[in-house]
């Protein structure tokens, strides 16, 4: 089975008009109820709502890969867009792509629906394809890209097919209340701390911020003294900030004092069978995907959750 078995010409849409990556997803999705491919749009449209802007696929700097799975599919099947302007993950991104990709497909074809979404991923990442694709002028002249069509599906599944490439990160530097609102504002569980050539040092994580918090949180809440009170609280830091520096403040130790050092980091080229164990085993969601030494992506147990289930 090749991508040409997947991506009729009824399904690619040019041009598509939309601003965000889920009003392009929305309109992909009636190209599969109008050929008959899915029996429920709105059940897939409450798919693409549910699902969090940084679970879609950014391939390069031109396409957006979005998965879902839903009842409503009878087979696994995908549908392409591009846009006129670049459209952005959600309003305001940084990132932006004119590519859009979006594979569905039901909840019990989990292998060919990885192989399709991986697929797509090697094809948008090989050299020459988007921009053949942004020059085509209508679907049948996509639907004429043998690189992008003919590009068969395998039966082995990569760490860097599925990983995130987009990852938010901070420096040794940042303080904890930088981390802190970083972390909260795009719901991450932790966060990868680099230099500035993007070389893993460490990951900072929720649980460390919550111990370096709470004592001073208990220790404000018996006394009365706090930021604001006109007194001077002494802080108490324990846990994970033991070493860190006694009667510092939390939020303005650098990330440096308190992340894990000890990271497990993965290879790109590395099966996600081979890694299935170590997201089972080991108390992290989020590992980070390397090369030589420099960041280059994250794989997470939610995303990858989401790929085999759909949940």
Sequence with gaps: MNLRDLLAPERIVIPLPAKTLHDAAEQLIA????????????KLVARVSETPADEALAVGEDAFILHVRSSSMDSVSAALGVTAEPVSLVQESEKSACIVV?????????????????????????????????AASSAEAVADISALMDVELSDVILVGDVMQRRVRSVTPDTTLAEAARMMTRYHLGSIPVLTEDGEVLGMVNGRDLLALALPRYLKETRTGVGRGSGGTAVEEVDGAGAGAGAGADPENLPVREVMDRSVLCLSEDQSLADV????????????????????????????????????
């Design 31 to 42: 190209s599969f109820v109008e050929t008959g491919m899915a029996s429920e749009g709105s």
């Design 102 to 134: 979006v594979v569905a497909g039901p909840p019990k074809d989990t292998a060919t629906f990885l192989q399709a979404v991986t697929g797509f991923a090697q094809a948008l990442a090989m050299e020459g394809v988007p921009s053949a694709i942004l």
């Design 276 to 311: 299935a164990g170590l997201m089972v085993t080991k108390d992290t969601d989020r590992f980070p995907v390397v090369r030589e030494g420099i960041l280059v992506g994250m794989l997470t147990r939610a995303g990858v959750v989401r790929l085999l289930f759909g949940t």
